[in-house]
């Protein structure tokens, strides 16, 4: 497994997994500010931002589960980046801020 995690491809999907990790840490950090959630809330959007956000970022994570590390395929990580470029897209929407990984 380690020559497979090593490869161009491995090295790949585990920025990938970063970029997930990241993504899901900031949305749930942002979900604790309180202004943020009041708004939300105000607006009656509160359950279906956080359902639709969840709901994608699992969608995203089953995709990696279901990868062969044996071989990967550059498509399918193509994939998953651009799956998650969308859901970058759909947080920096809702949060009216610049998603930056750190």
């Known amino acids: 497994m380690y020559n497979d995690l090593?490869?161009?491809?491995?090295?790949?999907?585990?920025?990938?997994?970063?970029?997930?990790?990241?993504?899901?840490?900031n949305f749930n950090e942002i979900l604790k500010d309180r202004d943020f959630k009041l708004k939300l809330v105000l607006y009656d959007e509160y359950e279906s931002i956080k359902s639709d956000f969840n709901n994608n970022l699992n969608e995203i994570k089953r995709s990696v589960d279901r990868l062969n590390l044996k071989s990967l395929?550059?498509?399918?990580?193509?994939?998953?980046?651009?799956?998650?470029?969308?859901?970058?897209?759909?947080?920096?929407?809702?949060t009216d801020s610049k998603y930056v990984v750190e």
């Open 73 to 94: 395929d550059t498509k399918e990580l193509e994939k998953i980046a651009s799956d998650i470029n969308i859901l970058i897209n759909y947080f920096e929407k809702i």
């Open 6 to 25: 090593t490869s161009a491809e491995g090295k790949y999907l585990l920025y990938l997994i970063d970029n997930i990790s990241d993504l899901e840490n």
